[in-house]
């Protein structure tokens, strides 16, 4: 069994910044890539960045130049560095990742169970 867990959501003014993190632990052989999105209110989720195993990172317009995304493979982790903070950036954030629990064995993806963000003055 393999879990993901966000953690580093909040409140925060506009301009601010926060940091997420998101842990997976059980059963993991391996990760490849390992991302971050987001689903505000009555929307559907969008991606926000994603970082594969050798450390290509890819973002969505919105996060270009205010979020980076970065990965400690040793610890199984992903973090997502936010500057510059919007309104429009309140949503939950969800971190996932394409996980091997067994050697030779399929890459499934999981998902974590969300850390709120609410940017307001």
């Known amino acids: 069994q393999v879990q993901l867990v966000e953690s580093g959501g909040g409140l925060v003014q506009p301009g601010g910044s926060l940091r997420l993190s998101c842990a997976a632990s059980?059963?993991?052989?391996?990760?490849?890539?390992m991302g971050w999105s987001r689903q505000a209110p009555g929307k559907e989720r969008d991606l926000v960045a994603v970082?594969?195993?050798?450390?290509?990172?890819n973002y969505a317009d919105s996060a270009k130049g205010r979020f980076t995304i970065s990965r400690d493979s040793a610890k199984n982790s992903v973090y997502l560095q936010m500057n510059s903070l919007e309104p429009e950036d309140t949503a939950v954030y969800y971190c996932?990742?394409?996980?091997?629990?067994?050697?030779?064995?399929?890459?499934?993806?999981?998902w974590g169970q969300g850390t709120q963000v609410a940017v307001s003055s």
């Open positions: 996932n990742a394409i996980i091997r629990t067994k050697r030779f064995g399929p890459q499934s993806n999981y």
């Open positions: 059980g059963t993991i052989v391996s990760i490849s890539s």
């Open positions: 970082i594969t195993s050798d450390g290509t990172t």
